[in-house]
């Protein structure tokens, strides 16, 4: 095997679309909401929301059918990079990435995709719901009325916001929903530098109690996919979403363990 085709990664560049402000999880465009991200730190008081400016239908079908990564540079994001330089020196800050659709009446039609680092498998339907009502009424809904992620305030098509705690706290993520959406969800944040899994939720049934469907993503080589945020070769924070590349020592100890086996299994025939 090419080494090239070892550690090759694929990489999406969002191409969204522009809409007035963050669509939430409410919007009945068929697609579901956008897919945002948000990155705060309790040290600094403050946390960023990101438009991604992708719908979570288009989102899902990147790992169903298409290049099965995504990511999203922040370089040149100055929310972010404002974000940063409050934060300072702060060991506490962390991301977290989801979008949902909540409009449908049927069960599978009530989905989520996010950012989990706790355990997936023990969300019900009404963790779902109600984590999703959580992000549109509480934080989307109060995060849209500013004018720096809302066009038609002046603002830009896939803004950011910048909210501080005191003078934006009701646009804080940690005073308005928090990384378990408002206790309704297991914890959907990790640090930055570091990567956590992403799982596809759909209700199973109109049963609150009951279990709802995850399932994680999926990248390349059929590899489990996951979520990060840190800095590339150049410096930059880039947002990846992708199936970890195998190092090639993995691959050189695979490839020595089996022929390891075959030189047994030669052995034993020429007995």
């Known amino acids: ?60 079908s990147i790992f169903t059918s298409g290049a ?56 019900t339907n009404g963790n779902m719901v109600d984590s999703l009502n959580q992000i549109k009424n509480n934080y989307l809904d109060t995060a849209n009325l500013k004018p720096a992620i809302n066009v038609t305030l002046g603002g830009q098509a896939n803004g950011s916001l910048l909210a501080q705690k005191g003078t934006d706290g009701n646009a804080y993520f940690l005073e308005v929903v928090g ?18 899994g992403i799982y596809d939720f759909v209700r199973s049934s109109t049963s609150a109690l009951g279990d709802a469907t995850e399932s994680a993503l999926i990248g390349e080589g059929g590899r489990t996919a996951v979520a990060g945020l840190a800095k590339n070769a150049a410096g930059n924070y880039v947002f990846t979403v992708a199936a970890p590349v195998p190092e090639p020592s993995s691959y050189a100890l695979a490839l020595a363990g089996l022929a390891l086996v075959g030189a047994a299994a030669r052995r034993r025939a020429a007995k």
């Open 1 to 60: 095997m090419k080494l090239q085709h070892i550690v090759a990664a694929v990489a999406l560049a969002a191409s969204g679309t522009a809409f007035a402000n963050v669509l939430d999880p409410l919007v009945t465009t068929g697609q579901g909401g956008e897919m945002s991200l948000t990155v705060y730190s309790a040290q600094a008081q403050a946390s960023v929301l990101i438009d991604t400016g992708i719908m979570l239908a288009d989102f899902r």
């Open 68 to 123: 099965k990564s995504f990511s999203l540079d922040l370089s040149s994001n100055s929310a972010f990079n404002s974000f940063l330089a409050l934060a300072g020196d702060a060991s506490d800050i962390r991301f977290a990435f989801f979008g949902g659709d909540n409009s449908g009446v049927s069960a599978a039609q009530r989905t989520m995709i996010t950012t989990v680092s706790g355990d997936a498998t023990t969300v």
């Open 179 to 196: 990384p378990t959406f408002g206790g309704k969800f297991v914890d959907t944040s990790a640090a930055i530098g570091t990567s956590v």
